[in-house]
């Protein structure tokens, strides 16, 4: 991996690559959160384990892409990395709207969006929650019912009075299930 990061420099993908001996700097690997190598920080995306070129320059084009964070919380999640995404989460708070996307995709699969799920709760009534009120409205009038009752739930996390008129408006909706939801969200709101 050493020697497919240094092609990469010099074929001018990446700007610069610094390498740590983790034997002799074992302090670098606490303060990181390195618990395995290979390593690498491409970005803001954590990389562990081998990676091979072509998959280093898919992150490397992600990288200020915007669907790049939200592509890396997704790989994340999958893997079953809950507690990476919280980390990053909690050092980059506007990053939660990056998982909008697994809310957004009903095929996204059950681990990734119970993961998401747990995020968001975590950040329940947070400042990074109340500036996705809007989003989560507009989620609220998608094609999937699930899609629209997780939106529903997720509104109700942020316990701001905005997200009362989108709940109100899914206590119309077709799915018993979003009705249900969005009645237990407005109660909630309501305390």
Request: aromatic fraction near 6%; glycine fraction near 8%.
């Amino acid at each position: 991996m050493l020697q497919v990061m240094t092609d990469l420099v010099k074929q001018g993908w990446l700007g610069r690559l610094d390498v740590v001996n983790l034997e002799a700097r074992p302090e670098l690997a606490a303060e990181l959160g390195v618990r395995s190598v290979p390593w690498a920080r491409i970005g803001p995306f954590e990389l562990a384990g081998v990676r091979g070129r072509e998959e280093l320059l898919d992150w490397i084009e992600r990288v200020g892409s915007p669907s790049g964070m939200a592509d890396y919380f997704h790989s994340l999640l999958r893997d079953g990395h809950l507690p990476q995404v919280l980390a990053a989460v909690k050092h980059q708070p506007e990053s939660l709207a990056a998982l909008l996307p697994i809310v957004a995709n009903p095929e996204a699969s059950i681990n990734v969006r119970i993961g998401a799920g747990v995020v968001f709760e975590e950040f329940a009534g947070q400042p990074p929650m109340l500036a996705l009120v809007g989003k989560f409205g507009e989620l609220t009038r998608h094609d999937d019912a699930r899609v629209r009752a997780d939106a529903c739930h997720y509104l109700s996390l942020t316990g701001s009075p905005e997200a009362r008129s989108y709940l109100s408006s899914c206590q119309q909706d077709d799915d018993d299930v979003v009705r249900e939801i969005a009645s237990e969200g407005l109660q909630a709101i309501d305390g």
